[in-house]
Each structure stands twice: as C-alpha cells, then as structure tokens.
C-alpha cells in the first residue's frame, strides 16, 4: 500500500489550508487504496482572518501545526519529521496558507521565499524523483521547489503566473477540472478552488491530481 506525505498549511481558506481541498484530498488518497500522514510547520501563521468578515485580526496568534490538526483530526506531526524515504509521494493542498505560512509568495510575489524546513522537504521528495501533487496556490511553492522551467498551473491567472514564472517555473493554463503533468518532474498541479465555483469543480480536478500521482510508479 502507497503511503502519501500531506503537508498542510493551517485550516481555512484564507489563513491556511482549504478545507474542502484538504478533505477531498484526504479521502481521495483513501479511494485509491493508499494511505496519507499529514504533516505542518510548528510556528506561527502569518496572519489570522476571520472567515465571517474576511478581515485580518491583529489581535490573535495561531499556530500552523495546531491549526491543522484540526483537519488532521489530531493525528499530525510537525513537518521537521517527514522523511520522504518513508513515503512513496508528496501532496499539498491549496488554501491561502500554502502562500503565507509555507512559503511568502502571497506577500512577496516572484522574490517569494520558501519555509526552510517546508522547502528541505518538498527538494527530497523531488531529488529523489518521487511523485508530488500542488493544488490551487501551492504551486507557487512548487516554483521555487523545482524551477527549471518546470510545467505547473494555478489556473489562469496572469498576474500569479507571471510570478511563478519569474521563479523559474513555466505556468500552463488549465481549466478547474483538469490537471498539468511534469512527466520529468513528476509533478502533477490542478487549479482547485482558484477556478472552483463549486465544490463538485474542485473535486473533478482533486481526484484527478492524486490518481494520477499515485500511478506513478
């Protein structure tokens, strides 16, 4: 049975991790007959939102890992302790925290800096040729993790492709359903909720992401 590595990035939309795109995730790994563990960085979330009012709240401090437990339902672990030998490939939600606590991109754009414990795992599973999955933003990570004009998406937005490509990436457009493969990266990207009107969109495009990560052999 495969074993995937999910690195989440707190819980909820506009702070962390997307909860839909997480969940589907979570179960779409379980539907095709693989197991997951979910990690995240143990530090302090850039900022904290309110989902009611979508309004930044200055009075309040979040951790990210403790955050994401509550999509993990407990069972996480810090991601200083994912091995990407113990796992047989790498996949990241989306949700506004993949570019605000994995990485800067959200507030520096193309001079975007990776979290260092995220960035030395996410380079293992790709140095050791090991399939990953980025949906909606994460893959502005994925820019600074691979570079060298690999294919990635978000979608088609030309202001955040025009970013990622300053990375070093090469955005492809791609519609909510579909997905992009990397063939020599083993990278498969999808645009999730940056496209997704509807939970049902995002989905179509999630389940294709991890089936099509986890035949990679």
């Known amino acids: 049975m495969k074993k995937v590595a999910v690195i989440l990035s707190g ?3 506009f702070d962390g ?6 969940v589907i995730t979570l179960l779409a ?13 143990d530090k302090n ?11 930044v709240d200055d009075t309040q401090q979040r951790n990210v890992l403790v955050e994401a437990a509550r999509i993990a339902r407990g069972e996480i672990k810090p991601v200083t302790e994912c091995n990407a030998e113990d796992f047989d490939a790498l996949i990241l939600p ?3 925290g993949a570019a605000k606590n994995l990485c800067t991109f959200a507030v520096d754009g193309a001079q975007s800096q990776p979290d260092e414990s995220v ?5 293992a599973f790709a140095d050791a040729g090991k399939p990953a999955g980025y949906a909606c933003i994460a893959p502005a990570l994925a820019a600074s993790v691979y570079g060298n004009s690999t294919k990635l998406t978000i979608g088609n937005d030309a202001d955040t492709a025009q970013g990622i490509n300053a990375l070093g990436a090469e ?5 909510v359903e579909d997905i992009v493969v990397d063939s020599q990266a083993r990278l498969v990207t999808t645009p999730a909720y940056m496209l ?20 990679m052999d």
């Open 196 to 215: 997704a009107t509807d939970i049902l969109q995002a989905q179509a495009g999630l389940n294709k992401m991890v089936e099509t990560v986890l035949a």
């Open 171 to 175: 955005h492809v457009e791609c519609a």
């Open 94 to 96: 989306g949700g506004f």
């Open 45 to 55: 979330q850039l900022q904290v939102v309110n989902h009611l009012t979508g309004e």
């Open 17 to 22: 991790s997307e909860i839909y795109e997480s």
């Open 119 to 123: 960035l030395r795992v996410c380079k």
């Open 29 to 41: 790994i379980r539907q095709q007959g693989a197991q997951y563990q979910c990690f995240a960085p």
């Open 11 to 13: 819980c909820g939309v």
